[in-house]
């Protein structure tokens, strides 16, 4: 027999089914080997997970080449190419080219079950942190989302003090704390509570809660050590700002530039308190600067002996140099009214000009009860004003020409906020958003997305608050879906009426592009990132990586 006649009357893909059967969850974007696995499309994993589902291809039956064929996203369908050879007559060896067709069927995993249904969780990770504001969230919350540390977490729940963690196993939630021990200063607390046993088999199935308490001190934070605390650190100055916190605290002597770095166990061994924060920071204005030498420093402000040590050094601390100056400011409320003025050193001198407006904390007339504040006031000892940082005031409508955009985890909520809370909550959100544009180390550590120019300052404050509203929502099913399906809404907008209040306050100024600050870090387009999620049919499925995906 022939070839031609051989190939028309043997077909060596007998047996080979043509259509088969795929299950892909589209809460999470993996698919059914079992166990359920996350690959892509198009990919290695993905043909291998293909190729072990279709029977008949064995010893008599090898196959030679296998590709996938492009079909819609949105078909639900998965063609593969497969290239086989068998053997037949008189040791002739036939090939043949077929396509295999998957039929993409949805079925729900079962941990995005369990993320539906209530009590399933075996781990809740309690984080807490005993401040007025939540600064230190807002930046922990990008800062997961960066390294997707949340990503197998079934639920997020937002805490008046702090934020809850449901985990569907105790090995996630370990993951997670490893990350938190790594960037901020944490202690924790461990039990567990039995939920169910089995003597027969000797079996114990334990809910366990992890309290993880993170330290009270923020950046530009002002601390006063005790004399005891003061001599154990090296004898350095009881006054200090602090200038970084990760799994370390940095502190500063704004007069001397003496640093001090405290562990985590040696700031836990006697926890250091704040004594005031960046909320209470007083607007000053820069009339004069004079950069501090030895033979320029008023000995009646400051230890000529420690000051001569220090002086002229200029230390790198987070990739910020400072160096020490003699500044003559006054508040800018004071402008016009009186002519109050003080003479401050302070660790800015590289960055402070005549003109400039900085933020610092005026201790003159802040009440303070603390002890060892009271004493360092009485012995003088304590300086009138500290400055923390320069600001830029200047910048005109800051919410509508901003560029960039900032993803969040999708939070649930036992009652909706009130509308003093929702406020003082977006407030503190949009001050967090302007310490990102001003800092550039701050911002280097999270992921910033291009903003949509295209939307509108209302309708970006509108999609904040439809997330505000889903997460307040008390079904925890709903919640979650309406929270999923928000988590990319454009957080960087705060409401209508303070973005057009601080609108009209500009405009009421006079203020024009003339008088922005030239020295403003401006954000540059190689810091932002492709806000790339493929959405077809208003799907809200979600793959493994974060980002949606519809087959």
């Given at each position: 027999?022939?070839?031609?006649?051989?190939?028309?009357?043997?077909?060596?893909?007998?047996?080979?089914?043509?259509?088969?059967?795929?299950?892909?969850?589209?809460?999470?974007?993996?698919?059914?080997?079992?166990?359920?696995?996350?690959?892509?499309?198009?990919?290695?994993?993905?043909?291998?997970?293909?190729?072990?589902?279709?029977?008949?291809?064995?010893?008599?039956?090898?196959?030679?080449?296998?590709?996938?064929?492009?079909?819609?996203?949105?078909?639900?369908?998965?063609?593969?190419?497969?290239?086989?050879?068998?053997?037949?007559?008189?040791?002739?060896?036939?090939?043949?080219?077929?396509?295999?067709?998957?039929?993409?069927?949805?079925?729900?995993?079962?941990?995005?079950?369990?993320?539906?249904?209530?009590?399933?969780?075996?781990?809740?990770?309690?984080?807490?942190?005993?401040?007025?504001?939540?600064?230190?969230?807002?930046?922990?919350?990008?800062?997961?989302?960066?390294?997707?540390?949340?990503?197998?977490?079934?639920?997020?729940?937002?805490?008046?003090?702090?934020?809850?963690?449901?985990?569907?196993?105790?090995?996630?939630?370990?993951?997670?704390?490893?990350?938190?021990?790594?960037?901020?200063?944490?202690?924790?607390?461990?039990?567990?509570?039995?939920?169910?046993?089995?003597?027969?088999?000797?079996?114990?199935?334990?809910?366990?809660?992890?309290?993880?308490?993170?330290?009270?001190?923020?950046?530009?934070?002002?601390?006063?050590?005790?004399?005891?605390?003061?001599?154990?650190?090296?004898?350095?100055?009881?006054?200090?700002?602090?200038?970084?916190?990760?799994?370390?605290?940095?502190?500063?002597?704004?007069?001397?530039?003496?640093?001090?770095?405290?562990?985590?166990?040696?700031?836990?061994?006697?926890?250091?308190?704040?004594?005031?924060?960046?909320?209470?920071?007083?607007?000053?204005?820069?009339?004069?600067?004079?950069?501090?030498?030895?033979?320029?420093?008023?000995?009646?402000?400051?230890?000529?002996?420690?000051?001569?040590?220090?002086?002229?050094?200029?230390?790198?601390?987070?990739?910020?140099?400072?160096?020490?100056?003699?500044?003559?400011?006054?508040?800018?409320?004071?402008?016009?009214?009186?002519?109050?003025?003080?003479?401050?050193?302070?660790?800015?001198?590289?960055?402070?000009?005549?003109?400039?407006?900085?933020?610092?904390?005026?201790?003159?007339?802040?009440?303070?009860?603390?002890?060892?504040?009271?004493?360092?006031?009485?012995?003088?000892?304590?300086?009138?004003?500290?400055?923390?940082?320069?600001?830029?005031?200047?910048?005109?409508?800051?919410?509508?020409?901003?560029?960039?955009?900032?993803?969040?985890?999708?939070?649930?909520?036992?009652?909706?906020?009130?509308?003093?809370?929702?406020?003082?909550?977006?407030?503190?959100?949009?001050?967090?958003?302007?310490?990102?544009?001003?800092?550039?180390?701050?911002?280097?550590?999270?992921?910033?997305?291009?903003?949509?120019?295209?939307?509108?300052?209302?309708?970006?404050?509108?999609?904040?608050?439809?997330?505000?509203?889903?997460?307040?929502?008390?079904?925890?099913?709903?919640?979650?879906?309406?929270?999923?399906?928000?988590?990319?809404?454009?957080?960087?907008?705060?409401?209508?009426?303070?973005?057009?209040?601080?609108?009209?306050?500009?405009?009421?100024?006079?203020?024009?592009?003339?008088?922005?600050?030239?020295?403003?870090?401006?954000?540059?387009?190689?810091?932002?990132?492709?806000?790339?999620?493929?959405?077809?049919?208003?799907?809200?499925?979600k793959s493994s990586n974060g980002s949606s995906m519809v087959m």
């Amino acid at each position: 027999m022939c070839a031609h006649c051989l190939k028309d009357q043997v077909d060596i893909t007998e047996g080979i089914p043509r259509e088969l059967t795929m299950f892909w969850c589209r809460g999470c974007g993996r698919y059914l080997r079992p166990p359920w696995v996350a690959v892509a499309l198009e990919s290695r994993e993905l043909l291998s997970l293909c190729l072990k589902k279709i029977k008949g291809i064995g010893k008599e039956v090898k196959l030679m080449d296998a590709g996938f064929v492009w079909t819609e996203p949105h078909s639900m369908r998965i063609k593969v190419k497969l290239t086989v050879q068998k053997e037949v007559f008189n040791s002739a060896i036939m090939q043949q080219t077929f396509v295999v067709t998957f039929v993409v069927q949805n079925q729900q995993c079962s941990d995005c079950a369990k993320s539906y249904t209530e009590h399933t969780w075996d781990t809740v990770v309690q984080v807490r942190q005993k401040v007025p504001h939540k600064r230190t969230f807002f930046f922990l919350e990008q800062l997961m989302i960066k390294h997707n540390v949340a990503a197998k977490a079934i639920g997020v729940k937002e805490m008046p003090d702090g934020l809850d963690f449901y985990w569907s196993s105790r090995g996630d939630a370990n993951a997670m704390i490893q990350f938190l021990q790594s960037v901020v200063p944490t202690r924790l607390k461990q039990s567990k509570r039995l939920i169910s046993s089995d003597a027969s088999n000797n079996t114990h199935r334990f809910k366990y809660t992890i309290f993880i308490e993170l330290a009270p001190i923020c950046k530009d934070d002002l601390v006063v050590l005790d004399a005891r605390q003061a001599s154990a650190l090296g004898g350095v100055s009881q006054v200090l700002l602090c200038t970084k916190i990760s799994n370390v605290v940095f502190l500063i002597d704004p007069v001397t530039l003496q640093r001090v770095e405290l562990s985590n166990v040696v700031y836990w061994r006697k926890p250091i308190q704040p004594v005031l924060h960046s909320r209470q920071l007083v607007e000053f204005m820069v009339l004069d600067v004079e950069r501090a030498s030895p033979n320029s420093v008023n000995p009646h402000m400051v230890d000529l002996a420690s000051q001569v040590k220090h002086v002229g050094r200029h230390v790198k601390k987070g990739g910020k140099p400072f160096a020490l100056a003699e500044v003559q400011c006054m508040r800018s409320s004071d402008v016009g009214v009186n002519d109050t003025m003080f003479e401050v050193i302070t660790h800015l001198g590289n960055v402070l000009k005549p003109g400039d407006t900085v933020l610092g904390y005026d201790l003159s007339t802040t009440n303070l009860t603390d002890v060892t504040t009271e004493k360092l006031r009485n012995a003088d000892s304590l300086p009138e004003i500290i400055l923390v940082r320069k600001s830029y005031p200047n910048r005109k409508n800051r919410q509508r020409n901003r560029k960039f955009k900032l993803k969040s985890l999708p939070k649930t909520r036992d009652q909706e906020p009130r509308k003093a809370e929702l406020r003082r909550e977006e407030e503190q959100y949009e001050q967090f958003l302007r310490e990102l544009e001003e800092d550039p180390e701050l911002r280097a550590q999270v992921n910033l997305y291009k903003r949509d120019h295209n939307v509108s300052t209302s309708a970006a404050a509108a999609a904040l608050a439809a997330e505000r509203v889903a997460n307040a929502s008390s079904s925890s099913s709903s919640t979650s879906a309406a929270a999923s399906s928000s988590s990319t809404a454009m957080a960087s907008a705060t409401t209508t009426n303070n973005s057009n209040d601080d609108d009209d306050d500009d405009d009421d100024l006079g203020l024009d592009d003339s008088d922005e600050d030239d020295e403003f870090p401006e954000i540059q387009v190689e810091e932002l990132l492709d806000d790339l999620t493929l959405d077809t049919n208003n799907s809200n499925s979600k793959s493994s990586n974060g980002s949606s995906m519809v087959m």
